[in-house]
């Protein structure tokens, strides 16, 4: 009863709420794993956009004013991760705060002696828990000019990964999944990929994903979409895994033809 209900009202919003054909079609273009994706999986892409648009809040802030396109770049990008799932993994916050470039997170840290010390840090981007994405427009408008490198996608995959609690590199799993195929592919490549940083050892993954599980998931989650061979070629067993957890297959899809508008 409750799926009926949720399909008919997410028909009528889908009616009342179409994208601009021109606008859709520049954005499907901005980014490779857009460009690769089939006919099919662009109208779900759409469809997800438009949900997604209407269930959230796209704010600007300092100073920044948003162009209609700026919100369905974002979407497009935050919805390849649930292409196969489904916008309810969105759930429980709903706004989205877009700086024009890099903001100043302010927070406290306590030290080893119990000693309170404000922080103030430059970041390209943050996910609250139950609370907003928060991302600098000058960093999710790239088309790909840094190989692996997508601030969306990363503060969206954090995003995921809080769905049980605190971001822990453990996201919840799919029925089927293993959670202990999940915790010895990650482990394993973690700890290895934190000795190659260590060695100082040259990765196609951004050394950022050895400061902690959380960031590492985050991190792979930017490359399994951005540079998904370089995934499969230096952690296989762990590619295997995103896969399955996305239940998409990124190398595959840009090996292929990219399909027709």
Request: glycine share 6%; with cysteine; aromatic share 12%.
């Amino acid at each position: 009863m409750f799926e009926a209900f949720r399909h008919w009202r997410r028909e009528r919003i889908l009616k009342r709420s179409p994208l601009d054909a021109k606008t859709w079609r520049s954005v499907l273009d901005r980014y490779p794993f857009t460009r690769a994706l089939s006919a099919e999986e662009r109208a779900r892409l759409r469809d997800l956009v438009a949900l997604f648009l209407h269930e959230k809040s796209v704010v600007a802030a300092g100073g920044l004013v948003l162009s209609d396109e700026m919100p369905i770049c974002i979407a497009a990008q935050a919805c390849m991760l649930i292409l196969a799932l489904d916008l309810d993994y969105y759930r429980g916050w709903a706004e989205v705060i877009v700086y024009p470039d890099e903001f100043v997170a302010e927070y406290e840290e306590v030290d080893e002696d119990g000693i309170v010390h404000q922080i103030k840090e430059p970041m390209t981007g943050e996910s609250w828990l139950a609370g907003p994405v928060i991302l600098s427009w000058a960093d999710a408008k790239l088309r790909g000019i840094e190989q692996g490198y997508n601030v969306v996608i990363h503060e969206f995959a954090h995003k995921l990964d809080m769905l049980n609690g605190d971001a822990n590199g453990f996201p919840p799993l799919h029925a089927g999944m293993d959670r202990g195929e999940w915790s010895r592919a990650f482990g394993s490549a973690y700890e290895g990929f934190r000795d190659r940083v260590a060695r100082r050892e040259a990765t196609a993954i951004d050394p950022y994903a050895a400061e902690s599980p959380a960031e590492f998931f985050a991190v792979l989650s930017e490359a399994f979409f951005e540079t998904p061979g370089a995934v499969l070629a230096e952690y296989g067993e762990l590619y295997r895994q995103l896969a399955a957890f996305y239940r998409q297959d990124p190398a595959a899809r840009l090996a292929e033809p990219a399909a027709g508008t």
